[in-house]
């Protein structure tokens, strides 16, 4: 029996612990408090270590397992939940690096070459998921050194970081909106009590109203609210949600698609099939062959590109 591990503290981090450093590294296990939907002037280089789960990057949903390497811009919504038996407790499960644009705008102004990194810095406003295994693994490395080295020597770990991921063209964007029109403290707040429970019931059939009640709200107003937080109205979200579970599904096993569809909390196989199409561009049988003939043809430049597109 697997949980999605939940928390509702508030969704605006502050990072007070700078402590007259340029970056700021953490490393954490799950559960953890820090493992919410939150917000952070940062921008934040988020490395997955171990277990697998959902991401959530503004109004994108997505899977992460070991090895996934993001990069998110200021302010803009983000979570990553580990799927995990119960009572399983994941000792290390990211490696993380917080940067502001502060310290690059002024460090550009004296280092004209810092210049280069602003292209991959405009693209985070919408959330970058890297996919090239051999700079995720160079990553890796660097963020092992940044984790272990102090003052410029950490420094110089991370640019060379930096300038490693600029020059990756295999990633993906994220997010279809941007921090400016999904960052309200209040509204995302709220909107946390609200994800705990779709998190909780979406493999079943579960309407608005529902939820809405158990918000205290009227529908229309949780509707409204709902969708200002997260980029997606509430059955968009839901169903995304769902999709994102049958990838999982049809990736890892070879459940029949029937079940699949039944256990990701649809309920008819038509229904499944159309949303999948939709999102995905290709039916689920297409999606699982395409999955399948990924791990053993890995360096195949075209297959890769379309399974970048269907993700």
Known sequence: MTRLARATDPSYELMDDHNGLSIIYRQHGFPCPLVRWHFHKEYELHLIVASSGKVFVGDYIGNFHPESLFLTGPNLPHNWISQVAEGEVVATRDMLVNFTDELLDNAASVFTELKTLTPMLERAHYGI???????????????????????????????????????????????????????????????????????????????????????????????????????????????????????????????????????????????????????????????????????????????????????
């Open 129 to 311: 998921e890297f996919r090239c295994k051999t700079t995720i693994r160079k990553a890796m490395d660097l963020m092992q050194s940044i984790a272990s080295a102090t003052g410029v020597t950490r420094l110089g770990h991370f640019l060379i970081l930096l300038e490693l991921l600029a020059e990756c063209d295999d990633y993906q964007l994220l997010s279809g909106v941007t921090c400016g029109q999904l960052a309200d403290e209040h509204t995302i707040d709220r909107t946390n009590r609200a994800v705990d429970y779709i998190f909780s019931h979406y493999a079943r059939e579960l309407p608005l109203e529902e939820v809405a009640e158990y918000m205290g709200m009227k529908p229309t107003y949780f509707s409204r609210v709902f969708k200002q937080a997260t980029g997606r109205c509430f059955i968009e979200f839901v169903n995304r949600l769902r999709i994102s579970k049958s990838c999982e599904l049809l990736a890892d096993g070879e459940k029949p698609v029937t079940d699949v569809c039944f256990e990701s909390g649809f309920n008819n196989i038509s229904n499944f099939n159309r949303r999948f199409q939709q999102l995905k561009g290709m039916t689920p049988s297409h999606y699982r062959r395409l999955a399948v003939q990924r791990l053993t043809e890995q360096n195949q430049p075209g297959l890769t590109e379309r399974l970048r597109s269907a993700k």
